[in-house]
């Protein structure tokens, strides 16, 4: 897609920033704020695009109800703050939709709801299904249960993310920064990026500086993991302003547009390898590091030589190199308490002497995905 087909896209992910939809931190709600959003989507539904929101504000929100100056450090705070503040968000997105007769509905996730394979498709038939009822999905994060080991770390993320489970055409960003710069937006002489071809190539770009109302929690760094993450699954990400979001949308020369790479990753992996949290490390032998690089294996308990940290079945660990080198991350069958009498046996002589029920993959190929 190149930016003249933005107009084109037939399934789009809107993500909107706390500072956006709050103003300077400490304020209410912006209910001008959501309206303009809201606005900007419904125009594109016109078009014929489905439109799923990722909305952050619920802290934001919460502040000024609570009596808050500022966004609260501590967790219990900020779960206090989400837990008073999501329901308002939820109840403007509401009302502004229902001045075109649209159904929004809201969704809440942490990063436990989809990195399994069978809460992962959960999510997804529930997007889909909304999607095709016609109805609007406002998804943020669940901070109000929300700890640092299940967080997805900022909504950007969260955005491409969602992209990826929707299979969406077009991944947008609005921000209180309106592009991409090749210096801080503050330093006089700095000039917007348009377009960008590959993330990779702006390593050597100054990349910094967050919101200017000092409420949310991404800044431009977040904004270009999150081009990353979408544009590595053939997505294409747009970069821009509430106040320009509407003519972006309509192809406009306005913000930054990241070009999509040709080929595609898998969608559930890269959701396994950027929004799952390692829980321990399963390091390898120089035979098996080869043949998960090289074959796309399985990894079998033969092939390991030590296992490092607590985890249950089912958790994200990485899997290394025995020089340290951290080649995986996959989701791991067993616990780390079973798996040190399982290291460097084959599966049949695991099933002989511990029965037949050890006779499996320590990380099956479905559930692995090489960094």
Do not use: C
């Not at 706390?18 to 709600?29: P, R």
């Not at 900022?154 to 990826?164: G, H, I």
């Not at 431009?220 to 544009?231: P, Q, S």
């Not at 899997?319 to 080198?325: D, E, F, P, R, V």
């Amino acid at each position: 897609m190149t930016r003249s087909k933005i107009s084109s896209a037939r399934r789009i992910v809107i993500k909107i920033g706390s500072s956006s939809l709050t103003g300077k931190a400490g304020s209410e709600l912006d209910p001008a704020a959501v309206d303009r959003l809201v606005d900007a989507v419904v125009a594109a539904r016109e078009r014929g695009a489905e439109v799923a929101v990722v909305s952050s504000g619920a802290i934001a929100a919460g502040l000024s109800p609570l009596g808050l100056k500022v966004r609260p450090r501590d967790l219990a705070t900020q779960q206090a703050a989400a837990a008073v503040g999501q329901g308002l968000l939820i109840h403007r997105y509401t009302e502004s939709f229902a001045r075109y007769r649209v159904i929004a509905s809201q969704i809440l996730l942490t990063t436990q709801d989809v990195i399994h394979r069978t809460h992962y498709k959960n999510a997804q038939r529930a997007l889909y299904r909304l999607l095709s009822l016609g109805v609007v999905p406002v998804i943020n994060e669940n901070d109000t249960v929300g700890t640092q080991e299940i967080r997805f770390g900022d909504n950007d993320r969260l955005a491409a993310l969602v992209s990826l489970v929707i299979g969406a055409d077009l991944l947008v960003l609005v921000s209180d920064i309106d592009a991409l710069y090749d210096a801080p937006p503050s330093q006089p002489g700095a000039k917007r990026i348009s377009e960008v071809e590959s993330v990779s190539a702006l390593d050597e770009t100054t990349i910094g500086g967050v919101g200017s109302s000092g409420v949310g929690s991404g800044g431009m760094v977040t904004k270009v993991e999150a081009a990353r993450i979408a544009t590595s699954a053939g997505i294409p990400m747009l970069l821009t302003s509430l106040d320009k979001a509407a003519a972006a949308l309509l192809g406009e020369d306005f913000g930054t547009f990241f070009h999509a790479r040709p080929s595609k990753t898998n969608s559930r992996l890269l959701w396994l390898a950027h929004a799952s949290t390692p829980h321990g490390r399963l390091v390898v032998d120089d035979g098996a590091v080869k043949a998960l690089i090289e074959r796309g294996v399985s990894l079998l308990p033969a092939g390991v030589t030590s296992v490092e940290g607590e985890f249950s079945a089912g958790d994200a660990v990485e899997i290394a190199s025995q020089s340290g080198l951290v080649i995986a991350r996959g989701l791991v069958a067993f616990d780390s308490s079973e798996i040190p009498q399982m290291l460097g046996r084959s599966t049949k002589e695991l099933a002989q002497a511990l029965g037949a029920e050890y006779e499996r993959e320590l990380v099956h190929r479905d559930d692995l995905v090489l960094i």
